[in-house]
């Protein structure tokens, strides 16, 4: 696993790593983290303005699905989520949502300045840090960071669960070991309950 | 409405925009004279408001929709704390009628601002519904007669505050402020 190594998918390679498995050469725990880096899926969910950025870096000319990513609609066949810029404080709570349906063991990466620390709205009454929302596991700066930045991101990401054997050990544990860093759902979705018209 | 079709085919070319907004203007000066509402004129480079009061602007909005004028671009408001004035402006203009297409002309009133209350517009022009819900939580302005009053885009508490009054004290955030310790030490 060296570094700067693009991981592209490979039908020969693929073929040859199935071999090994059924003889029994490599263990199960390699095969799920490779599997795992070459299946993620990110969920799009449109956040702020990053996300044109994002469509972009799948689209036809910088191409993501080539490192094994693509794009799907429904957070229950995903495993990797990619908050597009600034979260709102009502927004938080879709993020949330959408987080916690997603099958375990999922990954985050957050995008854009607004997404490391406000950026643009910095001091702003209504925006959130995602990093409270739901744990990430790379930043991406830039406003807004280009595709070529999304891109590498995604390859980054695949590189830490190759070579920390996140997925595996996730699995092994059942859970994120930095899941409970996160402040509470309630604390983002509490305003769902309040009835219809609010008293001003 | 096929008669505001018919014109606009035979429209060429564009206009410059204070052809555009003076046209604007004189139609929706007219269509106020017509029924009798009185008004004061508020402008300035590139824009013109109409303000009426609070008690003839349902008629002034009825007026300028038969006048031609079909939709609401945009509603806001202004927080004047030192008059205790709250001024809402609708910005209306025309998708059909190509003399007047693009000419944005506000009706403007105020509104004191202990208690601003004013009837919705809604029933004149739907699409104002979304934009008053957004001054509704921004600056506290309520809407008489609205379908559906409640916040939009902020969240209930935050919007008991209203964010955009010019006394809300926005919170000033050091860079280290609510990072955990285990982040900040890296
Ligand atoms: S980082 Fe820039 S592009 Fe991305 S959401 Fe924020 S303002 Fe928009």
């Known amino acids: 696993m060296e570094e700067g190594r693009v991981y592209l ?28 880096a070459f299946s993620l899926w990110p969920v799009h969910l449109t956040t702020s303005c990053c996300s044109t950025e994002f469509a972009a870096t799948f689209g036809p000319r910088f191409d993501g699905e080539q490192f094994g990513a693509l794009p799907w609609v429904g957070p229950r066949q995903t495993n990797l989520i990619v908050i597009e810029g600034t979260v709102t404080r009502k927004m938080a709570c879709a993020v949330r949502v959408t ?3 997603m099958p375990h063991p ?3 990466i957050a995008m ?9 709205f910095y001091n702003s009454y209504n925006v959130v840090r995602p990093w409270e929302v739901i744990p990430i596991d790379i930043y991406i700066p830039g406003c807004p960071p280009r595709p070529e930045s999304v891109a590498r991101a995604i390859v980054e990401l695949q590189r830490r669960i190759r070579s920390r054997r996140v997925a595996s050990s996730w699995i092994r544990e059942g859970w994120r070991p930095d899941r409970d860093y996160v402040a509470p759902k309630e604390d983002y979705c509490s305003w769902q309950r309040t009835s219809s018209p609010v008293p001003l | 409405m096929v008669e ?17 907004l003076k046209a604007a203007r004189s139609r929706a000066e007219e269509a106020l004279r017509a029924v009798g509402v009185s008004f004061s004129i508020e402008e300035g480079k590139g824009f013109v408001d109409l303000v009426v009061d609070v008690d003839s602007v349902v008629r002034a909005a009825e007026a300028l929709k038969a006048a031609g004028f079909d939709h609401v671009v945009s509603v806001t408001a202004v927080d004047y704390p030192k008059r205790k004035q709250i001024k809402v402006a609708y910005h209306v203009t025309s998708y059909l009628d ?3 297409a693009g000419g944005i002309v506000g009706l403007a009133v105020y509104l004191p601002r202990a208690s ?3 009837p919705s517009l809604t029933s004149v022009w739907v699409s104002a519904e979304f934009m008053e819900r957004e001054v509704y939580e921004f600056f506290g302005v309520h809407f008489r007669g609205h379908p559906d009053l409640r916040p939009l885009l902020l969240v209930p508490e935050l919007a008991e505050k209203h964010p955009l009054r010019k006394d ?11 990072v955990p310790e285990r982040v900040r030490r890296g």
């Open chain 1, 9 to 36: 998918g490979n039908l020969d390679v693929a073929a040859k790593r199935a071999r090994d498995i059924l003889l029994g050469k490599i263990k199960l725990e390699k095969v799920v983290d490779w599997a795992n």
């Open chain 1, 99 to 101: 987080w916690e349906q």
């Open chain 1, 106 to 108: 999922k990954f985050a």
């Open chain 1, 112 to 120: 854009g300045a607004c997404a490391l620390d406000g950026g643009l």
């Open chain 2, 4 to 20: 505001a079709r018919e014109r606009a085919e035979g429209v060429v070319g564009p206009r410059r925009y204070e052809e555009v």
């Open chain 2, 98 to 100: 190509p003399e007047i």
């Open chain 2, 116 to 118: 601003p209350e004013m």
């Open chain 2, 168 to 178: 809300f004290v926005v919170r000033e955030e050091s860079i280290y402020e609510g």
